[in-house]
């Protein structure tokens, strides 16, 4: 089993990537995201308690956004493995994720960051803001604001798996095959 985290700033190509290492891998691919609105969505448990920490503009505990995954791995006894979009974002959730997988005797195995430079990064937030009808992606100054909340939220858990020998650093820059052949070179060298 390949359970990945698949890190990178905004723009650096995680979803793309993503994509193609579910279907190369037969991954299922787990976006926090798609998690709340799913959840909440359907009015579930987990979905309703969500909403309630929300209401009061509160963050929702860990502990509610792990039981999603556990929802979601449990979901997919045939998958040969995650991908992790989006999670975990601190050092919390890092050992909450962790003790999940751990718990099921299907560790982390790797955490691959996309790396990508900040000014390649805006020019690509930039020429999808020219499509993708989102404000954030054509303010110039959101988005720096954007790549700094990622710098200091991922840097501790980038640490916190390295110290595990699990962190990966992947050149997030050329075509998409360059950099699938580069992120299939790296996830076949840990099986």
Not at 56 to 74: A, E, F, H, R
Not at 102 to 108: H, Q, R, S, T, V
Not at 158 to 165: I, P, V
């Amino acid at each position: 089993m390949i359970n990945l985290i698949l890190f990178g700033p905004p723009g650096s190509g995680k979803g793309t990537q993503a994509a193609k290492l579910v279907d190369h891998f037969n991954l299922v691919h787990i976006s926090t995201g798609d998690l709340f609105r799913y959840e909440m969505g359907n009015n579930t448990p987990l979905g309703l308690e969500a909403k309630s920490y929300m209401a009061k503009g509160q963050l929702v505990p860990d502990s509610v956004t792990i039981g999603m995954l556990k929802n979601k791995v449990d979901q997919h006894p045939e998958a040969q493995g995650f991908i992790f979009d989006g999670f975990p974002r601190t050092i919390p959730q890092a050992e909450a994720l962790d003790q999940l997988l751990n718990g099921m005797k299907a560790p982390i195995t790797a955490l691959v960051k996309l790396d990508v430079g900040d000014e390649e990064i805006v020019q690509r937030i930039l020429g999808r803001g020219a499509t993708s009808g989102r404000t954030d992606d054509n303010d110039e100054s959101v988005i720096r604001k954007r790549i700094d909340v990622y710098k200091s939220e991922t840097t501790p858990v980038y640490d916190f798996y390295d110290e595990q020998g699990k962190s990966h650093s992947v050149s997030g820059t050329g075509t998409i095959e360059e950099i699938f052949d580069r992120l299939t070179t790296l996830i076949e060298g840990l099986s």
